[in-house]
């Protein structure tokens, strides 16, 4: 084991066959703690599930992902929408949530994804929450919407996968959002040069696991290999960058975990 242990702060546990395999095997290379974020009702019920199964080692965020909220039926976004709202005070975060225009491909969908965002964000603000994001051909927009919510409540916001354009990372280092980085930077020079940018104080690490990044399948252990990419990147020691990520990543949450 690793001297210090960090988080995923972005993965997707429940789709994994043995998530018990997934946490020790992620715990053997120093990825200690993970962030499993719902996407729907089933998700958010299985998360909760691994969160009381594995107290120190699994985070929640309770939400309803943005393809969804344009492809599930009428009835099975209603009973997603009402367990969010009537549990959304057991989470550790609210999200996965945010804007997807390659799925919203006209303006109809676009505002029902925008609805389904506001809602994750008054519920964030009322349980005092951070809210975890996903932006897709849509990065303005989110990250518009995280700096008004972060400056209008306090309360803190993460946009994920968001290492495509430095000059937007300029401005969320600007407005205090934080920035998850994933294995995307072991392959792709482009985003490993965006996620250099990123303000050390507002950095997290995250896998988004199961999905698989440059041929290789997604799991929560990546991590670790992203943190050795950024410590490369930043000049700084591994260890050194791993401690200053997870003050950022307690930060960021707003309390102490293990609860
Ligand atoms: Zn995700």
Redesign the pocket.
């Given at each position: 084991m690793q001297s210090s242990q960090i988080t995923d702060s972005?993965c997707?546990l429940e789709q994994f066959e043995d998530p018990e395999t997934v946490l020790s095997e992620a715990t053997d290379v120093g990825v200690g703690r993970v962030v499993t974020?719902g996407q729907d009702e089933g998700s958010m019920r299985q998360a909760l599930e691994l969160a009381s199964r594995f107290p120190d080692q699994v985070l929640v965020g309770l939400g309803i992902h943005p393809v969804n909220v344009v492809t599930l039926t009428a009835q099975a976004l209603a009973a997603s929408v009402s367990f969010l709202r009537d549990h959304a005070a057991e989470a550790d975060e609210i999200g996965?949530t945010g804007l997807d225009y390659k799925w919203a491909v006209d303006e109809e969908l676009q505002q029902a994804q925008h609805k389904m965002l506001e809602i994750h964000f008054e519920l964030a603000a009322r349980v005092q929450r951070p809210v975890n994001l996903?932006s897709r051909r849509c990065l303005r927009q989110v990250m518009d919407a995280a700096i008004a919510f972060h400056r209008d409540t306090g309360v803190h916001a993460q946009l994920?996968w968001f290492t495509q354009s430095a000059r937007l990372v300029h401005q969320t280092n600007d407005a205090g959002i934080f920035v998850s980085v994933g294995p995307s930077i072991l392959q792709d020079q482009q985003a490993a040069d965006v996620a250099s940018e990123i303000d050390n104080a507002l950095l997290l690490i995250e896998t988004?696991a199961p999905?698989p990044i440059g041929g290789e399948a997604g799991h929560p252990r990546r991590a670790r290999d992203v943190l050795t990419k950024l410590a490369a990147l930043k000049g700084v020691e591994e260890d050194v960058l791993a401690q200053h990520i997870e003050r950022n990543f307690v930060r960021f949450l707003g309390r102490d975990f293990p609860r």
């Open positions: 972005h997707h974020m996965e996903h994920h988004d999905v």
